[in-house]
């Protein structure tokens, strides 16, 4: 009787005590800072009717400003995979002077206060700014326009790329390439076929964290975007924009419709991600 009592070969045991307690703590956590702030823009705009949601939501200033944030976004994201996966490279293959530093110095945006990171930029991107100055005589201004938008979300978008596959390339051994060498693969062969495989997972997870970062910057990109009107404003302009002036409906809708695109492009990123390892566990 006693040992049905206290042994009981079915019952599950764990190593740390109190899930139940954790479980409850993580769900309420989650609704308080995710679930009923989002809940509450959902039910906000749901205040307006159909033809008043539609034309808030597809005003062509509105518009311009989905087509500049997610567009620019997208292309930051995928800069940022090209050179974060070198410069990621670069630190974990290669010893050179100063490398410690550059290594620090990837971390510079997290750190960084956006609004200071957006001064920044637009002094060195300015006309008379130390690199504006030099691109001028070429024609090619950057601040004040959508290429200045690009510039600082790639600013802000470098570190997710870099940490997220750094590690994996850290793990990887030489004796790979070495292999693929010895068997006559090229560079570019031992890459693609060696390489890329194992490292496209994390490549899309920094790539999917640099465009979660970049749709929702805010204060590196008003200084340096100009905010002109069809040209240059970004959509979380719009939303603080709407809030200012007290259209707390027309500026959840914006939010809301801004919440729907990046939760699809991210799933999409997600379930590529997810094939992605698949096939790489499939090869193995």
Not at 94 to 121: E, Q, R
Request: charged share 10%; proline share 5%; glycine share 8%.
């Amino acid at each position: 009787m006693g040992v049905a009592t206290f042994f009981n070969p079915t019952r599950q045991t764990r190593v740390l005590p109190g899930f139940g307690l954790a479980l409850g703590y993580t769900l309420v956590y989650l609704s308080l800072v995710v679930l009923i702030p989002l809940s509450a823009v959902f039910l906000e705009s749901a205040t307006l009717s159909g033809s008043e949601f539609w034309a808030i939501v597809s005003s062509p200033r509105v518009v311009a400003t989905y087509k500049l944030s997610f567009g620019a976004s997208l292309l930051a994201a995928a800069i940022n995979a090209v050179f974060g996966l070198m410069l990621a490279w670069a630190l974990v293959r290669y010893s050179f002077p100063g490398k410690k530093l550059i290594d620090a110095l990837v971390d510079l945006p997290f750190a960084l206060p956006t609004a200071v990171a957006g001064i920044a930029l637009t002094a060195l991107y300015a006309g008379n700014g130390w690199i504006g100055s030099l691109l001028a005589p070429l024609g090619i201004k950057v601040a004040f326009t959508p290429l200045g938008v690009l510039v600082a979300l790639v600013f802000i978008g470098v570190p997710f790329v870099v940490r997220t596959v750094q590690p994996i390339l850290e793990d990887l051994e030489t004796e790979l390439e070495e292999a693929a060498a010895s068997l006559g693969a090229n560079r570019l062969q031992t890459f693609s076929k060696v390489l890329l495989p194992t490292l496209l997972p994390a490549l899309l997870t920094g790539f999917a964290l640099a465009f979660a970062r970049a749709v929702g910057e805010y204060g590196s990109v008003i200084f340096i975007a100009g905010n002109i009107p069809m040209v240059s404003e970004i959509t979380p302009l719009i939303i603080i924009t709407k809030l200012e002036q007290y259209d707390y409906a027309g500026a959840t809708a914006v939010a809301v419709v801004m919440l729907v695109f990046s939760f699809l492009m991210l799933l999409a990123i997600n379930l590529l991600q997810a094939w992605s390892a698949k096939r790489t566990g499939r090869n193995r």
